[in-house]
Each structure stands twice: as structure tokens, then as C-alpha cells.
Antibody, heavy 115, light 112 residues
């Protein structure tokens, strides 16, 4: 069974950093691109970043470029999102998802940026 | 960026009736391979999004044939036949034709 389990969220002050993790199981992680999608409270879905299967290519939305870094450790079957210089508008539930047409998403992890 | 604009449903929808959700893109989603890179998702309250269709009209694994996607390069429709209680939630279209991937604002389906 495919599972994606996010962790690392919580409350953080503006300007600080936080690192999210997504532990994958049930499939060959190194064969798939992965992505982060977020959802602010009561708002819609917003794509954040994508990384290729081998980590050689990354893509970001403009509002997080230079602040967020998506990465992966294929040996550990884990996806990461390093978030620096956090802003209140980054407050959201962050989902990791497998790229492609299988439709696998994690349960999401909440990040709250507030003083 | 490609802007995705979704329509509004005349809620609530009577159970057993059909519902059609529309989505429009600001640019054609047809890629050079001939495929249309448009996904539909359903997000039930308190749950993660569920992929319904991809390539505009291909149903994802395990998705009921009551869901059908159609459209052109810039105008898309998700039809839900014989609406049931478990279909309630917010529907999103998403383009993956080019980066940045973008979602529509969502269309809420409520059942009567």
C-alpha cells in the first residue's frame, strides 16, 4: 500500500525556518517525481514545488523562490521542503504528492507562521 | 502563468440528478504530444484531494464511471451523473501543461 506521511509542521515565528518531511512507502520512491501543494485555511489548493525523480530538476512558484528548497533522499524514500524566511502568508496545510496519474497524496501537515 | 477559472454550481443539487462543473484556462492545455494536461480533483471535507481524472478525460484508478471529463483546449467540463452523498465537497481543476502548475479556485457541490 502506498503511503505518504508528512511531518515537521507546527507554529513558527515570521522570518524563521522550518523543514517538512514526507516519508514514502509502498512504491519505488526513486522512480517518481514528487511535489508539495499547500492549502491556506479555508482557501483553495496552491502548488508549491516539484522535484524530478532523481533530484536533478526542481521547480517553484514565484512566491517561494529563493526561500523554499525542495529536496529528496532516495535512499531514505523521503521528500523534504526546507522553508526559510517564513511569512504569515505561508500559513497552510502542506501536502506531499506523487507526480503522475496515480493520485497519491499525504494527509497533510499544518504550518502556522505567527508571532 | 496560466489562470484557471471555475464556474459555480446552483447548489444544492438533488441526489440522483446530474451536475456539471466548468473550468476555463487562459491558455490552451494541449501539449505537443496531443494530450490535454488538465486534472480534476475532489476534496471532501477534512480530507486530502482525490484525483478524479487526468489528460482531461481519463478516469483515475478506482474512480466511478459516474465521473466524466470532457472539453477543448481551454474549456473543460466535469460531469457527475446520478449525484450521491459521497460526491459532496469541493472540486478543483488543475493544469499541468506548464510550470507553475495552477489550480482553479474550486467549485463546491452540496447535495439536497
Amino acid at each position: 500500500e502506498v503511503q505518504l506521511v508528512e511531518s515537521g509542521g507546527g507554529l513558527v515565528q515570521p522570518g524563521r525556518s522550518m523543514k517538512l518531511s514526507c516519508a514514502a512507502s509502498g512504491f519505488t520512491f526513486s522512480n517518481y517525481g514528487m511535489a508539495w501543494v499547500r492549502q491556506a485555511p479555508t482557501k483553495g489548493l496552491e502548488w508549491v514545488a516539484t522535484i524530478s525523480y532523481d533530484g536533478s530538476s526542481t521547480y517553484y512558484r514565484d512566491s517561494v523562490k529563493g526561500r523554499f528548497t525542495i529536496s529528496r533522499d532516495n535512499a531514505k524514500s523521503t521528500l523534504y521542503l526546507q522553508m526559510n524566511s517564513l511569512r504569515s502568508e505561508d500559513t497552510a496545510t502542506y501536502y506531499c504528492t506523487r507526480v503522475g496519474y496515480s493520485g497519491y497524496w499525504g494527509q497533510g501537515v499544518m504550518v502556522t507562521v505567527s508571532s | 502563468d496560466i489562470v484557471m477559472t471555475q464556474g459555480v454550481l446552483p447548489n444544492p443539487v438533488p441526489s440522483g440528478e446530474s451536475a456539471s462543473i466548468t473550468c476555463r484556462s487562459s491558455k490552451s492545455l494541449v501539449y505537443k504530444d496531443g494530450k490535454t494536461y488538465l486534472n480534476w480533483f475532489l476534496q471532501r471535507p477534512g480530507q486530502s484531494p482525490q484525483l478524479l481524472t487526468y489528460w482531461m478525460s481519463t478516469r483515475a484508478s478506482g474512480v466511478s464511471d459516474r465521473f466524466s471529463g470532457s472539453g477543448s483546449g481551454t474549456y473543460f467540463t466535469l460531469k457527475i451523473s446520478r449525484v450521491r452523498a459521497e460526491d459532496a465537497g469541493v472540486y478543483y481543476c488543475q493544469q499541468v501543461r506548464e510550470y507553475p502548475w495552477t489550480f482553479g479556485g474550486g467549485t463546491k457541490l452540496e447535495l439536497k
